[in-house]
């Protein structure tokens, strides 16, 4: 009988370790270890948000200035970048306008957000066609493409991962025409605490630098 009520305490000890242990925090962030449904959104469960093409009139096929090609993804590196085949041809694709936190970069840790931007891009695009949408700059300073991504259901994935707090908005010129577009989406998020807004200041992935730009965390700490 004693060694029946011993192993019915220690089994109720190990289960209330399994129960409460699940909500050990990570890094000083309120997020439960176990819970999966705080650390990754599919495609299907964010807000849709469409191109906005009253601003940008685009023109015909071609990687050209505000001309628009079909290319199928043909492997995703990070949040924002990837390859893509037009008429086959690989190229190098880079987001236009916006950031998500590093995963890859050489020298630096692996970002809150980082790994959830990343199969989120990867889950989307991989093996599917979008339309690839350029401004006045069709490259950058790489040889890669910088465009706006429109899905096949015609969903601007560029401006969802910023509403959804998985990006920021970032402007180089000339290509700045989206720019007030960005800023309210950016701005509500921030307000409502999407994706990385959630986390406390210190935790983000993009702090404000002197000027009151928000830029990569690990920048504003050199």
């Known amino acids: 009988m004693k060694k ?18 699940g909500y050990l925090y990570q890094d000083g962030n309120k997020t439960p270890v176990n ?3 705080s650390t990754y959104s599919s495609i299907q469960t964010l807000e849709k948000v469409e191109f906005p093409d009253s601003i940008i009139d685009v023109a015909g096929e071609g990687i050209e200035p505000f001309g628009y090609i079909n290319a199928t993804v043909t492997k995703v590196t990070d949040g924002d970048t990837f390859h893509a085949e037009y008429k086959d041809k690989e190229y190098k694709v880079r987001m236009l306008d916006i950031d998500t936190p590093e995963s890859v ?10 790994g959830e931007a990343s199969d989120l891009t990867k889950d989307t695009l991989t ?39 998985y990006a920021i908005s970032v402007f180089y ?27 406390p200041e210190s935790k983000r992935p993009y702090t404000k630098n002197q000027k009151g730009k928000y830029v990569a965390s690990y920048k504003n700490s050199k």
Not at 4 to 21: E, L, P, R
Not at 130 to 153: M, N, S, W
């Open 173 to 199: 010129s000339p290509n700045t025409h989206l720019k007030s577009f960005y800023d309210k989406l950016q701005n509500d998020a921030i307000t409502e605490g999407k994706g990385f807004w959630e986390l």
């Open 127 to 165: 093996n599917k066609t979008v339309k690839l949408i350029f401004e006045e700059d069709t490259t950058d300073q790489y040889g890669r493409l910088l465009a706006h991504v429109v899905l096949e259901d015609g969903s601007f994935y560029n401006a969802m991962m910023v509403n959804e707090g």
């Open 4 to 21: 029946k009520t011993i192993a019915s305490v220690a089994s109720i000890i190990t289960a209330a370790f399994v129960v409460f242990g």
């Open 105 to 114: 970069k050489s020298g630096v840790d692996p970002q809150p957000f980082s």
């Open 35 to 37: 819970d999966k449904s």
